[in-house]
């Protein structure tokens, strides 16, 4: 097993939190997407200007995952939660993104990042977590309800012009 170091990200780390999160989504998605809808969302979530501003934003949270000090994923964490209209929770978090970089899978980044967002929740009073998972990524939503994750709604995601049926997932604190 890898040892993973975790550290919240500085605005140092935008380079390379924009290459890992437009990478990774490229590697599982990118084929599911007409080109220019593919380069508007990731314009609009992974370009440098995008990641500063979430990085900058005090409603954002970020953790790092290192293995032998390079990046190997991260998990962007928002409260409260966008997606509040969806459950019942009064103080929801939601997990934006939990990414590892390209072949990392497997290897301990996402339980480790998962353990610090359930912490960071749990610290800042938050009644539940949130997510959204695309409806066909089924490796995905086999590690949420490990974590006790369920369904509790079908929400819209967008990538450019093109909806995607995402699942929203909940697990109550």
């Not at 590697?27 to 609009?44: H, I, S, T, V």
């Not at 209209?85 to 590892?100: F, M, N």
């Not at 967002?117 to 066909?136: N, T």
Request: net charge negative.
């Amino acid at each position: 097993m890898d040892r993973i170091a975790l550290r919240p990200a500085t605005p140092a780390d935008v380079a390379a939190l924009s290459a890992l999160g437009r990478d990774s989504f490229v590697a599982k998605f990118g084929d599911m997407y007409r080109p220019e809808d593919l380069a508007a969302f990731l314009e609009q979530t992974h370009s440098p200007a995008a990641v500063a501003g979430e990085l900058a934003d005090p409603e954002r949270r970020y953790c790092l995952a290192e293995i032998d000090g390079a990046l190997a994923g991260y998990c962007k964490l928002g409260f409260p939660s966008s997606l509040a209209g969806h459950g019942d929770a009064s103080r929801p978090l939601e997990i934006k993104q939990l990414y590892t970089a390209p072949g990392m899978t497997g290897r301990g980044l996402g339980a480790a990042l998962m353990d610090w967002a359930i912490a960071e929740a749990r610290g800042l009073g938050a009644d539940a977590i949130q997510l959204s998972v695309w409806s066909g990524n089924d490796g995905a939503q086999r590690f949420y309800a490990r974590y006790g994750f369920v369904k509790v709604a079908d929400i819209d995601f967008w990538v450019g012009e093109q909806r995607d049926e995402e699942f929203l997932f909940a697990l109550g604190l």
